[in-house]
């Protein structure tokens, strides 16, 4: 026998016996409460989320899981404190920001590629472009075509440089071919508030949030991204000319790059079996978000597209962080 055939034999052990290691450590893990970081304040949908998920998910784990939340850099300080864990119990809730943030940010703690583990792909949640009532546009054409009339005249707010709703922003733009101003605000709801209020033109934000104030008729709701209507009432992009407006919200787990492949697959399984449960159902039903991937393979593949898709719009936009 060869030095290298008995090298090769010796690598596929340590990577099987690596493998059970992995399998018996999945079966006894959690041994503690589980740690989930938010990185968004209480009330948001992301924060929302975690907690519709704590409670199924704590009963499939048989742990309790904690709800933390750490908000600041448009998620990159709950991302930073995931990426320096090592208990093997702590894991965060991310958005989209996780994909547009490295598109836009070399100097980021971490690298979301190599430093962090995409454990399971909960899904997406479209955004609804609303204006102010007193904006002489009832539709997105007519809201473009006012835009081009006013070049640089009218804005729109964004919870932060890097969240959905700005590319959103700015897809708008180069696809409209407007100027619109983006003004930037210390989150969703002040955005919105101030949409409502007349004091700023519009804003993009996602259906749970918006949903009463369109219902209630405080703001005008134009269009919808997604494939599929998230309101009855509220056509997509496509039904009004803008095909491929493909920019919604999403949300994951994640966890350090160190996390065992059997923990990985093990918690990715049983988010998916939470996700099952009846009344969180009903939750993401009437907030019409679409599951994606399913698998970890399928995050990781679905996070890299989304960093060279944000990199694009990015570029285009002159969006940066230094």
């Known amino acids: 026998m060869t030095v290298e055939r ?16 992995s399998g018996v450590q999945a079966q006894s893990w959690p041994t503690q409460s589980v740690r989930m970081i938010v990185g968004f304040a209480p009330g948001g949908t992301a924060d929302i989320l975690a907690r519709k998920l704590q409670t199924p998910l704590s009963a499939r784990l048989g742990q ?16 930073a404190e995931v990426a320096r864990a090592s208990d093997g119990h702590t894991f965060a809730l991310v958005v989209s920001t996780h994909a547009s943030l490295p598109a836009i940010n ?16 909960i ?12 904006l002489p546009a009832n539709t997105l054409p007519e809201l473009v075509a006012l835009a081009k009339e006013r070049p640089g005249a009218l804005n729109y707010a964004h919870p932060g440089i890097g969240l959905s ?6 897809l708008l733009k180069q696809r409209g071919g407007i100027n619109i101003v983006p003004v930037a605000y210390r989150g969703a709801a002040p955005a919105l508030t101030d949409v409502i209020a007349g004091q700023i033109d519009m804003t993009f934000a996602t259906t749970p949030s918006v949903r ?27 039904e009004v000319g803008f095909e491929g407006f493909d920019v919604s919200e999403w949300y994951g787990i994640v966890g350090p790059a160190g996390t065992p492949p059997g923990v990985v697959a093990r918690l990715s399984a049983e988010i998916n079996d939470a996700l099952e449960d009846s009344q969180l159902q009903d939750w ?8 994606g991937a399913t698998t970890p393979e399928g995050f990781r593949d679905f996070v890299a597209k989304e960093i060279e898709r944000s990199k694009v719009i990015a570029e285009t936009a002159k969006i940066s962080v230094e």
């Open 64 to 79: 309790p899981i904690v709800i933390e939340n750490r908000p600041g850099a448009s998620g990159a300080i709950a991302t």
């Open 123 to 134: 899904g997406r949640i479209p955004l609804i472009l609303v204006a102010k009532l007193g």
């Open 284 to 291: 993401l039903r009437a907030n019409a978000l679409q599951r």
């Open 212 to 238: 009463d104030p369109v219902e209630s008729r405080l703001v005008r709701a134009l269009a919808s991204t997604g494939s599929q209507r998230s309101m009855p009432s509220v056509p997509t992009f496509a």
């Open 165 to 170: 709703h700005h590319f959103a922003g700015e």
């Open 6 to 21: 008995f090298a090769s034999i010796l690598n596929v052990a340590f990577a099987l016996i690596a493998l059970g290691a």
């Open 106 to 121: 070399r100097k980021l703690p971490y690298d979301t590629l190599r430093d962090i583990v995409p454990i399971s792909l």
